[in-house]
Antibody, heavy 119, light 107 residues
């Protein structure tokens, strides 16, 4: 089955760190760009970060640049998001989403993992 | 940053009716606009990419149009499963942004 499965979410205190993972299956992971998109409770969608094939291009939203790091391991068919210096406003469901090539729309989404930043 | 403005915020319609959703961009997108559907408690799903191309498995009742700064998503005849929130998203430049969403609700 073609799917993306996120993990690693949870409750963390402000200023803390968390590492999210996204496991891909059913398709050739290395040939796709992958993204993180988040959704705060009851709110709309917000793009967070993108990484192209071979990690050639990496992009971040201004709201997370310098605090979050995206990476991928094609041998493990996995995407990661290292999140440091977390803030209350980072509380959201984090989705990983696939992009064909560098066309930068999202043709496959995972179910998401919830990150809650609270003291 | 390109701002996408969706209208209306809420659309109240009955099953079988036609729905027309709008997405307006703050600058030209050429045709680099996509549409997504999000049902309650679910992840978003790609419907339309590059303004008018239906994604794999998307029913023909969904169609997209427009170019430049004005785009539309049309659902020709609403099915019960179509009542959801719809988002537009551009890929014209970085950062990628989404519209704020249009909720299609049962009248």
């Amino acid at each position: 089955e073609v799917q993306l499965v996120e993990s690693g979410g949870g409750l963390v205190k402000p200023g803390g760190s968390l590492r999210l993972s996204c496991a891909a299956s059913g398709f050739t992971f290395s040939t796709y760009s992958i993204n993180w998109v988040r959704q705060a409770p009851g709110k709309g969608l917000e793009w967070v970060s993108s990484i192209s094939t071979s990690s050639t291009y990496i992009y971040y939203a201004d709201s997370v640049r310098g605090r979050f790091t995206i990476s991928r391991d094609d041998a493990k068919n996995s995407l990661y998001l290292q999140m440091n210096s977390l803030r209350a406003e980072d509380t959201a469901i984090y989705y990983c989403a696939r992009t064909p090539g560098t066309y930068w729309f999202f043709d496959l989404w995972g179910r998401g993992t919830l990150v809650t930043v609270s003291s | 940053e390109i701002v996408l403005t969706q209208s209306p915020a809420t659309l109240s319609l009955s099953p079988g009716e036609r729905a027309t959703l709008s997405c307006r961009a703050s600058q030209s997108l050429d045709s680099y606009l996509s549409w997504y559907q999000q049902r309650p408690g679910q992840a978003p799903r790609l419907l339309i990419y590059d303004a008018s191309n239906r994604a794999t498995g998307i029913p023909a009742r969904f169609s997209g149009g427009g170019s430049g700064t004005d785009f539309t998503l049309t659902i020709s005849s609403l099915e019960p499963e179509d009542f959801a929130i719809y988002y537009c998203q551009h890929r014209r430049s970085w950062p990628l942004t989404f519209g704020q969403g249009t909720k299609v609700e049962i009248k």
